[in-house]
């Protein structure tokens, strides 16, 4: 047997799966929209391939619980990059952004209390996204990670017309489960991480139960070792970050995972 040949392979696969983050400008449309819901001006980011004729399939990214900023228009370029047309959407409104992670449960604190105001955000971004002429309305999928997570889960318990959902290292808490969990009629993909001690082991029960009775098609896949927030590189396992810690071999094997999820729910 040739290892060689075996190893060469193995890096080559590894390489095609690894995100692309520095030559999206070269075969993408990327820009800031602004938007309102009552009144209020949000300030959302899109990003789509160059040239294509024919309508595309499209991902809402829901951002982390500091706010739309670099990590989440990051995935909205390289979901472009796949073909898609990605729409960062803005939960908080124009101009709202955490300077720390103080700030950030008391901007995010505000939608985990008030689920129908975050579901009237969801919405309002749909809205939008199916008013843009280079969108196929009837093929859109919502992805999040960590409270984003949440928001795209809640997006399938609301009924929102979604295609396919998927969350990475969400929060799994959802007052409305139990009753709500019937109105999931599509492909729910969950990544979490084995080491999360930010999600209660009785969430992650609690929920798999009531997707179970609900007869929701669903994977959870745990990735053993990986803390909560998993995928941004900017989490170093230390005080700074809360005991995050970035984890390329999960955040490889979850984006992979997405991208046949996405191929396979968006034909």
């Not at 075996?6 to 696969?13: E, F, N, P, R």
């Not at 619980?65 to 990605?86: C, I, Q, S, T, V």
């Not at 390329?248 to 999820?261: G, H, I, P, V």
Request: one cysteine or more; proline letters at 3%.
């Amino acid at each position: 047997m040739n290892w060689k040949i075996l190893i060469a392979t193995g890096i080559a696969t590894l390489t095609a799966c690894n995100p692309k983050e520095n030559n999206a400008a070269m075969h993408q449309v990327d820009e800031t929209i602004i938007y309102e819901q009552n009144g209020q001006k949000f300030e959302g980011f899109v990003a789509y391939p160059k040239g294509k004729k024919e309508k595309l399939p499209a991902v809402i990214v829901v951002h982390e619980w500091d706010g739309l900023g670099g990590y989440a228009k990051m995935r909205a370029k390289m979901l472009a990059e796949n073909g898609y047309f990605a729409f960062a959407l803005d939960m908080y409104g124009q101009g709202k952004r955490a300077k720390d992670y103080k700030e950030a449960a008391a901007l995010s604190g505000e939608y985990y209390k008030d689920r129908a105001l975050l579901r009237s955000r969801i919405q309002t971004a749909l809205e939008v996204l199916k008013k843009r002429k280079e969108v196929d309305a009837s093929r859109i999928a919502i992805i999040g990670y960590c409270f984003g997570g949440m928001v795209a889960i809640e997006a399938g318990l609301m009924a929102s017309g979604v295609k396919a959902i998927a969350a990475f290292h969400a929060s799994l808490k959802f007052p409305s489960l139990t009753n709500d969990a019937k109105n999931i009629k599509v492909p729910v993909l969950i990544h979490h991480g084995g080491a999360d001690s930010a999600v209660p082991e009785k969430d992650v029960n609690a929920l798999k139960a009531a997707f179970g009775k609900a007869g929701v098609k669903y994977q959870f896949i745990v990735h053993p070792g990986a803390t909560h927030a998993f995928t941004n590189k900017k989490n170093t396992g230390g005080p700074e970050t809360m005991g995050m810690k970035y984890d390329a071999k999960a955040d490889l094997a979850s984006w992979a995972s997405l991208l046949s999820f996405l191929h396979n729910n968006l034909k």
